[in-house]
């Protein structure tokens, strides 16, 4: 293993385990959580060429997310934003692994949001989703990733 896909593994063990404090601090809660599992899952395979089964596995027994909200960004958007590119991630043959990748784990908690549109149309679909996921989880006991 290269020193590069080592140091990206360890990282990925390491956020995981830190995110395991949950229990403690939320439980019984509602939790909003930004560039959760997915996030991490797609990108370190992305980088390590692992499989999306193996990059999951340092979050199993973590919180199930109810409902992922994915906001898809056009390629021309994207470059739009200042400063596109100089980010290692920020190349087009890397987001397109990505991408594929966030395509495989889709499911039916997933909520598409086309993010080229203004900021405030983006909020209030996200605001929408939310409320309506809330009140449908409420009551129900946290899930976690693996079970």
Known sequence: MCHRRLLTYCFL????????????????ALL???RYAASGTVYTAANTGRSLSWCQQ???????PDC???LKVS????????DWGKERFEHDEFQQRVNANYEKLRDDTWVIINADQDESAVHAEILQKTLSVIQEVQCRSIELLGD
């Open 58 to 64: 340092a979050d199993l027994g973590l919180p199930k």
């Open 75 to 82: 390629k021309q958007q994207q470059e739009l934003r200042g």
């Open 32 to 34: 909003v959580i930004d």
């Open 13 to 28: 063990l390491i956020a995981g385990s830190a995110r395991r404090t949950w229990r403690r601090r939320f439980n019984p």
């Open 68 to 70: 992922v909200v994915f």
